[in-house]
């Protein structure tokens, strides 16, 4: 097993003085050994709506990337202060902004590759597309990432929102985040911030040098598989950057039960990258090695 290192690090925020975001960088090698990071690359790991740094695979993949890695919680989430707002995605972006600036600025890394998760899929997708310091990143990794957000009015969650709006103003959501009860108030705004998120940008701005992996579950409930669909298309006729699909068979929007083999298609499709064989966009099928 590789030797690393796991350093828990807090990270100013240049737009909210009195915050900061935590983190946790994994590094290669042991805590004895000197080693200069200038130059190094990184690999940067975003958690969901309500999740945490070390929920669901990304800790885990933390753990068994071949590279230096961090992984953080937004602000509002978990051990990140702030307030957390269910349709901020913009905030979302300016705290990846922050965290990529200051490994930069301090540790000298190159950020060349980005693995999100639902909310932090479309967070990445947006940094990707509009920040100059994503021309480094050479790979990126799309797990359960909504596209039709307008779609979310159609859950049955949502529906049970908006009754709540009507009667009280707001909906209270309560939910577990690393195994601790949380409740958040969410406003009929929030809402419409979130449905109104432009993913579209994608399709003419997301850069053409990148390979791109979407994962996404069949049995998804939370986002439409076909939402999958979508980004395959959209980024799959790029040029030299490929896109590649991989659906999995009665998988739910968390893998529930599937975590490492979510760690192992991630990490054998980052071996197909780096030993040169991502050469057109296409499909891959769970448990078959390769692509059809």
Sequence with gaps: MTDRTSTKITIPHPAAPDSYITGVLEQLGTSNESQSTQGRRLALILHGSMGHKDYLFQRRLAQRLPQDSFRFDFRGNHESPGVWC???????VDDLSAVVKHL???????VDMIVGHSRGSLVGMRWLCTAPEARTVTTFVNASGRYRMRKALESVALKTWHAEFAANGYYDWTTTVARK???????????????????SLVWDRFPAHIHALTIHGLSDKTVPPYDALIYARALGNRSPGTHTLHMLEDADHNFTGRQDEIVDYILEWRDLHERGELKSSGLWMAGVRGKL
């Design 104 to 110: 930069q600025s301090v540790y000298g890394y190159i």
């Design 86 to 92: 269910y349709g901020a995605f913009q905030a979302d």
């Design 181 to 199: 009860p949380v409740t958040v108030r969410v406003y009929p705004p929030d809402v419409d911030m979130f449905v109104n998120w432009d993913t």
